[in-house]
């Protein structure tokens, strides 16, 4: 607090003016500089431009298939441990990554 490094007594009338014209000389605006230099300059308009669109359905596609059936579920080592640490059966730890797994594609997450 410069206002109380200048000697100020602490929420006093002259302690707000002092701590007023600091902030007003702080964002006071920078003086002019020079022009931007050419790369700083906003590119020219093409004319040509590409339309791009929106796909038609927001029905769920997998991004990837990774050689994966529905339904098989294999669970990695530290899914099986986390399985076991939980005091489940990995049959019973699949079926809920599985049931996880729809609702990420019934939209359950984005509400």
Same mark, same amino acid.
């Given at each position: ?9 602490? &929420?006093? %009338?002259?302690?707000? =003016?002092?701590v007023?014209?600091?902030?007003? $000389?702080?964002? @006071? ?14 590119l ?15 029905? &769920?596609? %997998?991004?990837s298939? =990774?050689?994966?059936?529905?339904g098989?579920? $294999?669970?990695? @080592? ?22 996880n ?7 359950? &997450?984005?509400?």
């Amino acid at each position: 607090m410069e206002a109380v490094k200048e000697g100020h007594e602490l &929420y006093s %009338p002259a302690f707000h =003016r002092a701590v007023k014209s600091n902030f007003d $000389r702080m964002i @006071a605006p920078l003086p002019k500089t020079s022009p931007a230099p050419e790369y700083f300059e906003p590119l020219p308009e093409a004319s040509t431009r590409s339309i791009v669109s929106a796909p038609v359905s927001r029905d &769920y596609v %997998p991004t990837s298939n =990774r050689g994966e059936r529905p339904g098989i579920v $294999r669970l990695s @080592a530290e899914e099986r441990d986390m399985a076991r640490r939980l005091n489940m059966s990995e049959k019973d730890y699949a079926l809920g990554k599985l049931e996880n797994e729809q609702r990420k594609r019934d939209g359950y &997450y984005d509400r």
